[in-house]
């Protein structure tokens, strides 16, 4: 479990990144930070792996407050995947999927051996085991980036806006992978990104922010939804203009059609399952 | 043009090469003294300037005193450094013994500014998301520098080294004027003697001993470019076009294939 | 004329310097600086002036640009002396003509800029070529309207480089029976006179300050935006991780 405790940040130049803010993050769930830029978020992440300090307040995580811990000790136990993915060019698919147990002193061929196995687990086909991080699509590099987050099993996962930038459809695509990865593993995920739509379909609970790192709002996807707390909250979501409200209407073909407030179809009825 | 071909004559007779010509020949014991007056220089300059340079790219601080002192050095008139070093240290040491004191001194010194920048440049050049993502799973600084860090810099490194080389191989002709030895002899020799043979050749001599040394260092340089540093060819996955000019640029101290930090000599 | 003494040196800086030989040489040393900085000027002007319109077309078409960089990059591995020396039997000229020592450092400005301005254009948005010349602009009002405003900050500082370089190097000329500082510096290396050589140093250094301002003043008159975009230049740095 993560909780933070009053937690602030000020920046050198007096501006203030997240003020005052606490939350507990439950483990093995799917925690979702969304707002949009400068509110705080990816400040907010980097606090529990230390990469930035609070000005004040406490990060705990089991109860351990982590300033108290080694950060680099701290940082091998926990999982981080960013945007850019930060691999390291100059190595090899598996020895970047490596990299944290051979820290750890696990020993090169085992290391290897389990970064095959992860290029599974990721969806990944094992031919890539010998390439260069250049020489795969965005997607595939993303997927890399959370194998080497799990290689040494962390019971934390953070990612910082992990599918901003890979296009659309594979953003979905990896979406859904983030969720088969949570069925399988139940790791404690803290995940970051502007756009609700993600948040909705993989978070367990979803944050929204204001800038300041102000709380809008905690909740699941269906509490959000169902009772937005406020115009900024609506807003954020789109229930202002219509497009989460939607209504069902009869198509071609026998087929259900549902439609938002405008008339514009987002789906169609399934069957119950 | 038929100075060219004499003394394209007199590079290649071997009496040139004997062992018994007289001093300041025979040409492969210049050639040989010259390159060892550049490898120690350059090599103390290295043990001084580039974990300097490594540690101010690391960290960021210092980074306006690097850009400074190698603007500064790049006006510094190079004779006038080794003769006033000449005058400094032959006041303390023996006469015999003064000239190559006061030569390596001041080709330490003139190699240092290019191998600094090239340390600074190269590990400023590394990608600072790649950092980041190493300094977040764990890595300490010191294992941040050696395994990403310097991997990547390595061609920045080398060829800060290779200009500060060609430097100090150019400075040590000057400094067979305070008689250093080295290749430089055999031009001041032949400026003696009045043998326009023997200017010209040692001219395109030691023209010749700098291309090829430079020739070396660029094939290295190149050995050493690893994927992902900044200095690879960019990659056409994914259409992802690299801009061929570093952020650095602003200071063109810190160029990307050259860098032009010393005053030439 | 002052012996060195060792005493004085292993200090910082000397109590006994001796200014009285300088007022009583100021006219050769004035006579040498001047000499010294028009030397300079000649090499960094000419140099300036042929490598923009080569650079310029360097960038254009991208096979010259290999070679005329690789023709740079050799030229300025010459050793200078050497090129010097070599420079009458080329030109003809007889060994003490200063016009060696124009052509040589000519050649060096030339090398370094080459490259420095090829880069500066290859730096130029190309969003903002394209835009011009879809508002109509002709070739020669896009170069000196778009393209070379904005390689101008990155020419400025190229330039800077060369003006440094040149000063220094001409001191070496003196070898070759040249009248600039390095004069001072044979000169007081024969006496023994080491006040004559740091004279001689601080005199080139002045002649660098000046050029180094004159250059950067021109540049502000020119391009009043330059200041902000050395500062865009800088980039984004992840502060906060910076090793925490």
Do not use: C, H, P, Y
């Given at each position: 479990m993560i909780e933070f405790q009053s937690v602030t940040k000020r920046f050198p130049d007096g501006t203030y990144a997240v003020e005052d803010f606490s939350l507990v993050v439950p483990s093995r769930k799917v925690t979702v930070f969304v707002g949009s830029s400068g509110a705080g978020k990816t400040t907010l992440l980097r606090m529990i792996n230390r990469m930035v300090n609070p000005t004040s307040g406490k990060v705990l995580i089991d109860g351990e407050d982590v300033a108290t811990l080694n950060p680099v000790l701290l940082r091998r136990k926990i999982g981080y995947v960013l945007q850019a993915t930060g691999l390291l060019p100059h190595r090899r698919i598996t020895d970047n999927i490596a990299s944290v147990p051979r820290l750890n002193g696990v020993p090169k061929k085992k290391a290897l051996q389990d970064a095959l196995t992860l290029l599974d687990t990721v969806g990944l086909d094992q031919s890539l085991a010998d390439r260069y991080p250049d020489q795969l699509s965005g997607g595939q590099q993303q997927r890399v980036g959370v194998a080497r987050a799990l290689a040494s099993n962390p019971n934390i996962l953070l990612m910082d806006e992990p599918f901003g930038a890979v296009d659309p459809i594979v953003r979905l695509e990896l979406q859904e992978e983030v969720n088969r990865l949570q069925r399988e593993l139940h790791k404690t995920m803290v995940f970051v990104t502007h756009n609700i739509d993600e948040a909705f379909a993989i978070a367990d609970q979803v944050v929204i922010l204001r800038?300041?790192?102000?709380?809008?709002q905690v909740g699941t996807p269906a509490e959000i939804l169902s009772n937005p707390a406020d115009d900024f909250v609506s807003t954020?979501?789109?229930?202002?203009?219509?497009?989460r409200t939607l209504h069902l209407k009869p198509g071609k073909n026998d087929v259900t059609l549902i439609v938002d407030d405008e008339g514009r179809p987002a789906g169609i009825l399934g069957d119950k399952k | 043009m038929e100075f060219f071909i004499a003394a394209f004559q007199w590079l290649t007779d071997p009496a040139n090469y004997a062992t018994d010509s007289g001093s300041p020949l025979p040409i492969q014991d210049r050639v040989s003294e010259h390159l060892w007056y550049t490898f120690i220089s350059v090599l103390i300059a290295t043990l001084m300037a580039l974990p300097l340079g490594l540690y101010i790219g690391h960290t960021g601080r210092g980074r306006q005193f690097v850009i400074g002192f190698t603007g500064a050095m790049r006006a510094l008139p190079t004779l006038g450094l080794l003769m006033a070093l000449f005058l400094i240290v032959g006041a303390t040491v023996p006469f015999t013994q003064a000239a190559f004191v006061a030569s390596i001194i001041a080709l330490v010194i003139l190699a240092i500014p290019s191998i600094l920048a090239g340390g600074y440049a190269g590990v400023e050049s590394v990608d600072p998301q790649t950092v980041d993502s190493g300094r977040a799973m764990g890595m300490t600084e010191m294992q941040i520098l050696l395994r990403i860090e310097i991997p990547l810099s390595l061609p920045?490194?080398?060829?800060?080294?290779?200009?500060?080389?060609?430097?100090?191989?150019?400075t040590a002709v000057i400094a067979s004027y305070i008689s250093l030895g080295g290749l430089g002899t055999i031009i001041a020799s032949g400026i003696g003697l009045n043998d326009n043979e023997r200017i010209l050749g040692g001219a395109i001599l030691v023209t010749a001993v700098a291309l090829v040394v430079d020739g070396f260092l660029a094939i290295l340089q190149r050995l050493v470019t690893r994927r992902g540093s900044s200095q690879a060819k960019p990659t056409t996955r994914n259409g992802r076009r690299r801009t061929p000019v570093p952020s650095a640029l602003a200071e063109p101290a810190v160029k990307e294939r050259k860098i032009h930090v010393h005053s030439k000599s | 004329m002052m012996k060195a003494d060792p005493r004085e040196?292993?200090?910082?800086?000397?109590?006994?310097?001796?200014?009285?030989?300088?007022?009583?040489n100021f006219e050769l040393v004035a006579e040498l600086t001047l000499n010294h900085a028009l030397l300079s000027f000649f090499p960094i002007f000419l140099g300036f002036a042929v490598s923009v319109p080569l650079g310029w077309v360097a960038n254009r078409w991208l096979p010259l640009r290999s070679w005329i960089i690789a023709g740079g990059s050799i030229l300025y591995t010459i050793p200078s002396l050497p090129l010097f020396v070599i420079m009458p039997y080329l030109l003809g000229t007889r060994i003490t003509d200063e016009i060696n020592i124009i052509v040589a450092l000519t050649i060096y400005a030339l090398a370094i800029l080459l490259r420095t301005v090829a880069d500066a254009f290859a730096a130029v948005p190309t969003d903002a070529i394209e835009?011009?010349?879809?508002?109509g602009y002709s070739s020669w009002n896009r170069f000196w309207k778009v393209e070379f405003p904005l390689a101008g900050p990155v020419l400025l500082a190229g330039l800077r480089v060369v003006s440094a370089s040149t000063i220094a190097l001409v001191s070496v000329g003196a070898i070759i029976g040249s009248a600039n500082l390095g004069y001072l510096f044979t000169n007081g290396k024969q006496r023994d006179f080491l006040e004559e050589i740091l004279i001689g140093i601080g005199a080139s250094f002045l002649i660098a300050i000046v050029f180094d301002i004159v250059i950067v003043l021109v540049g502000r008159l020119l391009m009043p935006w330059s200041r902000r975009s050395a500062v865009v230049a800088q980039g984004p740095k992840l502060s906060a991780s910076r090793a925490a």
């Open positions: 800038s300041g790192g102000v709380v809008a954020f979501i789109g229930a202002d203009k219509g497009k | 920045l490194i080398i060829a800060g080294i290779r200009a500060a080389t060609v430097q100090v191989i150019a | 040196f292993s200090g910082i800086k000397n109590e006994k310097f001796e200014m009285s030989w300088l007022f009583e835009a011009s010349r879809a508002i």
